[in-house]
């Protein structure tokens, strides 16, 4: 049996793979290292994974998280291999390495994820090439649902929206700009607050100026990401995560425009994941 998980900071996915098919599926809590111990790891899997498995004696894991950096790579395996026997390999790994596996197979290309923030690689068909850094909301993670959130409070509040949007806005959510202010500039995971706009976006896409807001952002993270990495010109290039999913249509446009190839699209990567573990 091969054990994978797609771990974020808040959740873990997981799948069970036997004879090359997904069995089971499990959700524990996240297990970022940056923000966890390996104790506090170590006890999550012991409590919350090892309970549900049919054994824990497991031919391979393969285990792609946020924050699985070289430097916190050890103690993910160390908290894994406390609770689990494994046989053969124990691969612990970046999400965006994951990601990639899961949008590009065994083939190389360009990998993107588009959620909450947004990152990118250049992969070679096993393994990632290079990385810029997404920098966050502030700073960058452009086409992300955080910036595209920021981008129409922002035109909200400075009058850019048609008047009509604007009232829908504040007809919908049912703040003041002193709210938003202080919910971004004053509280916790103003990214998170930002990108729960989304689905204002999905619902008034019909908008020009909501349309192109948004393309626009897609637009600038091509040019500020992708354009950096060799071959991005020939290159097919993929994507994961609910934003390039909604956002199909604005997303190939900028594309085309940029000169760019589509590859795959996939919302969840557990199953593109089974699929590339499978073949290998």
Partial sequence: MILLADSGSTKTDWGLVENGKLVKRLRTSGMNPFQMSEEAIAEEIKNNLVPELPSTTLDEVHFYGAGCTKEKQPIVERALRANLTINGECEVASDMLGAARGICGHKPGIACILGTGSNSCSYDGKNLVKNVSPLGFILGDEGSGAVLG???????????????????????????????????????????????????????????????????????????????????????IGFNGSIAKIYKKPLLEALEEEGMHLGRIIQAPMEAMVEYHVEK
């Fill in 150 to 236: 920021k981008l129409l409070v922002g035109d909200v509040l400075k009058n850019q929206m048609p008047e009509t949007v604007t009232k829908r806005f504040f007809e919908k959510y049912r703040l003041t700009s002193a709210e938003i202010i202080d919910r971004v500039y004053r509280q916790p995971k103003p990214n998170t607050f930002l990108a729960s706009f989304v689905p204002f976006l999905e619902e008034n896409i019909e908008e020009p100026k909501i349309y192109n807001l948004i393309k626009e952002s897609f637009r600038s993270f091509l040019r500020r990401n992708v354009m950096q990495y060799d071959g991005w010109q020939t290159l097919p």
